[in-house]
């Protein structure tokens, strides 16, 4: 059976399917495209059915790395489909928990950036309202907590 892994963030239209679409990339190129799935999702539902941001997509593609899915909203359902639930910053996991009321799924939730290794951040910025630069950076912190995520995976395996 295949592992899991659910990213969200506040939209689902750049900072998730980026992780998403990264992790896919990094999964085909261990081989381990079978062995663990991802999707991803947002907390709210202000872009529902949207495909990632252009912008976001521009700097995925400078890394040669492809954005695709369209937008869906967090339910509560995705605490019992996915093994691991990837929040960007600390509103979208107290958004998360929120849905959580008999607090039985916390250990499933964990914070993105716990997993970079060569980024300080303890969130990953929302690049929505900035400029390219922006979308620039969190598509190389994601690069690099991606990697951290699935070397912690592949030990865990």
Not at 71 to 89: C, G, K, N, P, T
Not at 94 to 116: F, H, P, Q, T, W
């Amino acid at each position: 059976m295949a592992y899991k892994l659910l990213f969200v963030c506040l939209g689902n239209i750049c900072r998730s399917p980026s992780a998403e679409n990264i992790m896919r990339h990094l999964l085909k190129q261990e081989g381990l495209s079978n062995k663990i799935l991802c999707d991803s999702a947002g907390t709210s539902s202000y872009h529902i059915g949207a495909a990632p941001d252009r912008r976001m997509q521009a700097a995925a593609q400078k890394r040669d790395i492809r954005l695709v899915g369209s937008a869906r909203q967090f339910s509560r359902a995705d605490f019992e489909a996915f093994d691991l639930i990837l929040a960007m910053d600390r509103a979208n996991y107290r958004d998360i928990l929120s849905l959580d009321r008999a607090d039985i799924y916390g250990e499933k939730v964990k914070m993105m950036c716990d997993y970079a290794t060569n980024f300080p951040d303890s969130e990953v910025p929302d690049p929505y309202y900035g400029g390219q630069s922006g979308f620039d950076y969190v598509i190389d912190l994601l690069l690099d907590a991606c990697q951290g995520l699935l070397q912690e995976i592949k030990q865990e395996m």
